[in-house]
Structures are given as C-alpha cells and as structure tokens.
C-alpha cells in the first residue's frame, strides 16, 4: 500500500514524507528534478508535475492514498483538479489534500477561493478525504528575520485580532498521523476536516514583543499599511502574488485566524504532546 506526497520537496512536504517513513509507510515523492530530492533510503520517486497528465498517471499508478499539497501559483485550481481526476482515474479513494484555514471566509483571497473551490471538488466527486486547514505557518517569518533584525520592527501586518500560527513540523506530523489511517483503513473514510493550529493566538503586538525577548532588545510594530506590504512584497514576487498576500494581510486585520473550539485539544490529542509554540521557534531560527 503505496502513499503518494506532491510537492514532496517543499517545507511541509518534505516533513509529510520524513514523518511517514518514521512511521513505516511506503513512500512515493512526486518530484520535478529527481537528482535534487533528498530523502530517506526507501522512498520512491516519481518525476513529473501536476499538469503533466501522463507523469501524474505514472505517478499514481499503484498508489492507494494521496496527500494532494498545491503551492500557490497561478494555475493552482487547475493543478488541483487535474490531480483529482487522474486520481479517480487510477481508483484512488484515499486523499489528504492540504487546504488553509478559513477558505470559506476570505472568500475574496485568490489562493483562499481557490483551495475553498478545491474541496467543493472533493466532495462532489464523491472522494474520501481529510482536508487540512492550516493557519499561517511560524516558518515564514524566517523570510523577515534579516528585516526584524536590521530594523528593529516586525513588518508582518498581522493586525489585533490574532493569527494562530503553526509550525510546519506539526502540520507534517497530523498529515502523515491522517494518511496512515486512511491508507489502513480497510474502507474508505468520509470526509473530515481539520484547523491546525498552533498553541497562541498571536497579534502584531504579541509577535513583536516575542521578538524583542529573544533579541534582547525592542522591536517595534509599525501598524497595518497593506499598501506599503504589497510593494515591499513585489520586489521578490510576481504582481498578482504580492497582491494576493495583501489581500490575505486585510483579511488578516479584519478577521484574524482564530481556532474554533477543541482544535488545540484535538491536536494535542492526535499528536500526543504540545503543539510547538512560536516563542520555541523564533528562538530557533533568530540566530
């Protein structure tokens, strides 16, 4: 019973398939340029992309249960679509596919819409799937270190209401804890749907004053100008993606990411320890 992980080489991938290994799995990786993958001795890889039609039909072949992992580009909905159907088309009824937390409330948010769109799909295509919303991951502040640093602010518009950010290790763990248990189960699952999240719900505030601990000097944070983000984001990233991530930052303002009741319990159950705080890693990744 074979698990196949897209986007295998990616920050959240890559902890999917090291965290199946650990647990046993039959791995395949699902990989553009095999020669570059670095995994653990056992783990399959299958060259090819999500618009590849015919790669993704050798990659699937053999394959019980899929972990469906998009990266937001521009033909992200498309990418996914494909995916399930040739998924369907190779009789694969097990699915972990990665979503975001509220995909039906940012509903103006392209990569929020599209992944909402995405599990519309799964469910009336009729495929057994546990959908996994994670909210912002802590492993993207590693992008605004050097910034935090150099000019004592945390330039992240995060807002008041709080984001309850989550380490990437931890989205990989429940990923790889669900993937098992549909790929051993000896039906189908129904469809579930679980917010990850971490331990804090974090403001601009909250996450500044973290900062300014573990520097050991203060860090300020200069407020909410989405405008200033969305040009401060263009210099490293396509038009349409930095205004992505400013729509994103306003719904971040006007609505937070919040954790329903029970999530934390649910996962602090399902992983069989604490959620990894965003203090633990700042400190780890400040340097």
Known sequence: MTILVTGATGNVGSNVVEQLVTRGADVRALVR??????????????????LD?????????GVTTLFLLNGVVADEYTQALIALNVAREAGIERIV?????????????PHFAGKFGVERMIAEMGMG????????????????????????IYPMPIGDKGLAMIDARDVGEVAAIELIRRDRSPAPLPISRINLVGPDTLTGADAAAIWSDVLGRPIAYPGEDTAAFEQSLR?????????????????????????????????????????????????????
Do not use: C
């Not at 596919?97 to 948010?109: C, G, P, R």
């Not at 799937?129 to 004592?152: C, F, H, K, Q, W």
């Open 129 to 152: 799937a546990t959908i996994l919303r994670p909210a912002y991951y802590m492993d993207n502040e590693i992008t605004i270190r050097d910034v935090i640093a150099s000019y004592g």
């Open 97 to 109: 596919y990665l979503s975001v937390i509220h995909s039906d409330i940012y509903v103006n948010v």
């Open 33 to 50: 340029n095999p020669s570059k993958a670095r995994f653990a001795a056992g783990v399959e890889l299958a060259e090819g992309d999500l």
């Open 235 to 287: 210099q490293v990233m396509p038009g349409w993606m930095a205004f992505d991530m400013r729509l994103m930052a306003e719904r971040f303002l006007s609505d937070g990411m919040l954790p329903e009741a029970g999530d934390r319990e649910r996962l602090t159950t399902l992983l069989g320890r604490p959620l990894r705080s965003y203090r633990d890693h700042v400190a780890q990744i400040a340097g």
């Open 53 to 61: 039609v015919d790669s993704l039909r050798h990659a699937f072949s």
